[in-house]
């Protein structure tokens, strides 16, 4: 609670622990606008819509996202 009465946000609410504060600070028409999923020519093509749109970095979860030895492969598929 301090830390969004702050104004802080989260990486700092993750950095203090509270990872379910951090999700909830997040709206969810904000998720729903950058959020990429689907097969890897659908994930492509919405990661370069958003770096037409100006989106500079993208997060992987990566424990998800595939084996641990297909990662590096998946990532050069999916990676403008």
Known sequence: EEVIA???GFAELRRAGDLAAAKRAI???????????????????RLLELAAAGITHAFFDLDRLAPAEDVPALLAELIP
């Not at 709206?27 to 492509?44: C, D, F, I, Q, Y």
Request: hydrophobic share 50%; glycine share 14%; no cysteine.
């Open 27 to 45: 709206p969810l028409e904000l998720m729903a606008r950058v959020a990429v999923a689907g097969p890897p020519p659908l994930v492509r093509a």
């Open 6 to 8: 702050r104004g802080g």
